[in-house]
C-alpha cells in the first residue's frame, strides 16, 4: 500500500479505507445506527476502535446485514400489531429512490385495517 500512495497526496480517510476496505463506520453506516454496537457485538460481531478518530469499526458486513433485516422485521411486526394495521412490509435495501414517503430504505410501509 505504501508504494500505491507514495508520492501522492491522500487523506487520512483514503488511506484508512485502504488499510481496512471492508470496514464499516458505526457511526455513519444507517443499518449500524439501527442495530446497535452492543447488539452488534452480543451477536458475536467484532468491532475494534479506530486510535485517530472517534469511530468504531465494524468487520462483518453479512452479520450487520442480518441482525439489520431482524431487527427491522421485528420492529415492523410490534409496529403493525400497535397500530392495527392490515400489514406491514420493510425494505431493507441498501438504497432507495424518492419516489414517495414509503420509498426510504429501512423504513416501514403499512396498511390501515
Request: aromatic content about 8%; hydrophobic content about 45%.
Amino acid at each position: 500500500m505504501l508504494d500505491q500512495i507514495r508520492g501522492r497526496e491522500i487523506g487520512e480517510h483514503r488511506v484508512k479505507q485502504m488499510l481496512q476496505p471492508e470496514a464499516i463506520n458505526a457511526a455513519t453506516d444507517r443499518r449500524a445506527r439501527f442495530v446497535g454496537i452492543d447488539a452488534y457485538r452480543a451477536a458475536g460481531g467484532k468491532a475494534t476502535a479506530d486510535l485517530f478518530a472517534d469511530a468504531t469499526l465494524l468487520h462483518d458486513g453479512d452479520l450487520l446485514d442480518r441482525l439489520f433485516r431482524e431487527k427491522l422485521t421485528t420492529d415492523a411486526t410490534a409496529a403493525a400489531e400497535a397500530e392495527g394495521w392490515a400489514w406491514a412490509e420493510t425494505l431493507d435495501a441498501a438504497w432507495t429512490g424518492y419516489e414517495g414517503p414509503h420509498a426510504s430504505a429501512g423504513s416501514i410501509r403499512w396498511t390501515a385495517n
